[in-house]
């Protein structure tokens, strides 16, 4: 919000957003302030004889999501159960009550010790845990190219098992749950038993409501495609881009196959949020028409998020709770720093000469390629452009498609998952930590070559906090999170610069794999 608009703005809102910036602000100054530093430890099941006992409090975090602060706690393994008096806390961190808990190790995901807490009501509102990267080199580089993800879908393409979805990728709290559908466009199903390998590769919680596939009916020598309002057409006559003009020239040999040799820029050094400009002819043609694009994000916006939680430092967590809270100002913030991004815009010429706006992609995820369908207008030209931010996007592929009937495609449940202590969906979510391996296995309708396959997810997930990023907590960064990130994306820029061109190499370097 710019000084204008601040004296424009109603009373009670000013004075919220004033309450808030100046909260956030004299937290990050106070944690600067204090000599003090808060050593966090996490352990596993099979590391509770290293808990450290001098922390007055324990916290435990459950495999269905919610947390216990224990104080005058004690864990026996033995009996497996860990004890204590203390408080309940949801999903969302609400308070569910104070009293003496006695809790099954096996329904426990993680142990976290707090040594030099600050107090007992500050550790429970974390919803990000700490955690150190000492455990892989890569991290300890550059913690804010630590590989971070969804959970991540691996399916054969008839050799291997490749990397083909990421689920629910914007959803960073439980307010923000959402429901994700991924093409498994490089998928041609010949039996009926479908596996699908499920993994949290990253330093997260992973809350996994349900994960399902939705298979449509292929018309002849067609596919099926996903728009991105979320309905399903029939596609035939799938042509690549008869061209494609971009600042560094022609890049239609960059853009003409699903081949993962893909079309990308790097981004201003100025502006974060530069835009540019990718021109495209379709090949000549009649009908309903739509353009299908196969992309993926850059880690431009991977290292924004993760370097935003960097400058909250301590307040990350408080933040995170507003955020579920439904504090608007708090969410305004994140969605105008969303939207001075963008997604990829695309622009139609029509007959009669004029530019129009047929739609905007914005599936977030740097790991797996989408391919999804825009319509495009009755009486387009064939002359199409992309608008989208510098340095935010990686193109694989740009066709041009006639649009038929809509689909109809049949949800299949999963008929059981490995990997799971029990298996029972209508029970609750799953709950994964690192390294956790799931593999779900699915029974096709027969004649299973004749369907085309999706992806169906819905979840949230939980970031760990990495020690390293709290040496770099900034007060004036963090208000501009809220008063002007426009400004906020000038001012990363140039840093961002410094690091992007070694930043793929560290990200998927850093995978985190149990041993």
């Known amino acids: 919000m710019q000084l204008p608009e601040l004296l424009r703005a109603p009373r009670a809102s000013l004075v919220r957003l004033v309450f808030v910036v100046l909260a956030l602000a004299s937290a990050l100054l106070a944690a600067a302030c204090v000599e003090t530093r808060l050593n966090r430890a996490l352990k596993t099941l099979d590391q509770i004889q290293t808990l450290d006992q001098r922390s007055a409090y324990l916290k435990v975090h459950m495999k269905d999501g919610q947390l216990y602060l224990l104080s005058k706690w004690q864990v026996n393994d033995a009996a497996r159960q860990v004890s204590g008096e ?40 974390a919803v990000i845990t700490g955690v150190s990267v000492a455990v892989t080199a890569f991290c300890i580089a550059n913690p804010k190219a630590c590989f971070g993800s969804c959970p991540t879908f691996y399916v054969s393409d008839g050799k291997d098992a490749v990397l083909q979805a990421e689920g629910f990728s914007s959803s960073v709290a439980p307010s923000l749950e959402a429901r994700d559908v991924d093409a498994l466009y490089r ?30 009916d292929r018309p002849p020598g067609g596919r099926v495609m996903a728009t991105v309002a979320g309905a399903f057409h029939e596609a035939t006559d799938v042509r690549a881009v008869q061209a494609c003009w971009a600042d560094e020239g022609d890049c239609s040999a960059k853009v003409q196959a699903f081949d993962s040799d893909e079309r990308f820029s790097f981004t201003d050094g100025k502006d974060l949020a530069r835009r540019e400009v990718v021109d495209l002819q379709l090949p000549a043609a009649d009908g309903p028409r739509g353009l299908v694009l196969a992309f993926r994000q850059t880690l431009a916006s991977t290292y924004l998020f993760y370097q935003s939680l960097a400058w909250l430092g301590r307040s990350a967590s408080d933040t995170l709770a507003a955020l579920e809270r439904g504090d608007r100002l708090v969410g305004g913030a994140f969605t105008r720093l969303r939207d001075a991004v963008g997604g990829i815009e695309v622009f139609a010429e029509t007959g009669g000469g004029h530019w129009v706006p047929a739609g905007e992609v914005r599936e977030m995820g740097p790991l797996a390629t989408d391919v999804v369908v825009v319509p495009l207008p009755a009486d387009a030209t064939g002359r199409i ?16 498609t006639r649009l038929g009937a809509r689909a109809e495609p049949l949800a299949i449940e999963p008929r059981s998952v490995a990997g799971a202590r029990t298996f029972q969906p209508a029970r609750g979510p799953l709950v994964t930590r690192p390294g956790d391996v799931y593999t779900y296995a699915f029974s096709l309708p027969p004649d299973a070559g004749r369907y085309e396959l999706f992806l169906e997810t819905q979840g949230y997930y939980l970031e760990w906090m990495r020690d390293e990023w709290l040496s770099e907590e900034n007060p004036a960064r963090a208000a501009l999170l809220v008063l002007n990130p426009e400004q906020l994306l000038r001012d990363v820029a140039p840093e961002f610069k410094e690091q992007e061109a070694r930043m793929e190499t560290l990200f998927w370097g850093s995978k985190y794999a149990r041993r």
Not at 189 to 212: C, D, S, W, Y
Not at 385 to 400: C, E, T, V
């Open 385 to 400: 452009r992309l608008r989208l931010a510098r340095g935010h996007w990686r193109i694989d592929y740009l066709a041009s």
């Open 187 to 216: 998928v041609h199903p010949h039996g009926r038993e479908f596996i699908v390998t499920m993994k949290n590769e990253a330093l997260e919680t992973h809350v996994v409501r349900h994960v399902r596939l939705l298979a449509a």
């Open 86 to 125: 203390g408080e309940r806390f949801g999903l969302a961190r609400d308070t569910m009550g104070p009293g003496f808990f006695m809790l099954a190790l096996d329904d426990v995901a993680l142990l976290e010790t707090n040594v030099l807490q600050r107090s007992p009501s500050a550790a429970a509102l």
